[in-house]
């Protein structure tokens, strides 16, 4: 897969391109996302944040987000301009995934309840938390707002966690590294 245009996602069959911004500010925008089957299975699959302006980010000393039980979730701002200068290219700045194998058998989590959870370290009013603790890196864009989520559905049967790992490599031996909030700490 390539990664370093919006073209070059859209060829890969991701849906939604909802606005990080508009989805804070209109919960209802997640209905989107889908949920279930018609047999009231969840639907898993992959998800992308992208971001497309093509500058070069400021970030965030402190990341404004809530994670459950992470006192200190932010990482430096040196930190994440060094990853940055690496990536740079790329318009994915995270690659996540819902419904992957966890103790032996699929989760059942969804694309939905996946993004919501996400979307739930900055909510834009009552209290921030979330369980969400991949990719919080995001949050430390000064304009995480316009960032873009997407999905994209796998069959059932597939694991999305084994799908996440091979696009996390492809994009590791394209750009040497992974997508900046793709952390392993």
Request: aromatic share 8%.
């Amino acid at each position: 897969m390539q990664f370093n245009t919006l073209d070059d996602i859209k060829k890969e069959e991701y849906v939604g391109f909802l606005r990080v911004g508009d989805i804070l500010d209109n919960r209802k925008l997640l209905k989107q996302i889908p949920h279930k089957t018609e047999h009231k299975k969840p639907i898993r699959g992959l998800y992308l944040i992208l971001r497309l302006n093509g500058k070069k980010p400021r970030f965030l000393v402190e990341n404004p987000s809530g994670v459950k039980n992470i006192h200190n979730h932010s990482f430096s701002v040196a930190e994440l301009e060094s990853k940055w200068d690496k990536v740079k290219e790329s318009v994915v700045v995270y690659l996540g995934q819902a419904g992957g194998v966890r103790g032996g058998k699929l989760s059942n989590s969804s694309l939905h309840r996946r993004l919501r959870q996400y979307m739930d370290a900055m909510k834009r009013t009552g209290k921030k938390q979330s369980s969400h603790n991949g990719g919080r890196a995001i949050w430390q864009f000064d304009d995480y707002d316009d960032l873009v989520v997407c999905w994209k559905p796998v069959a059932e049967g597939i694991d999305p966690k084994l799908k996440e790992q091979q696009l996390i490599r492809e994009f590791r031996e394209i750009y040497g590294d992974r997508p900046l909030a793709n952390r392993t700490t």
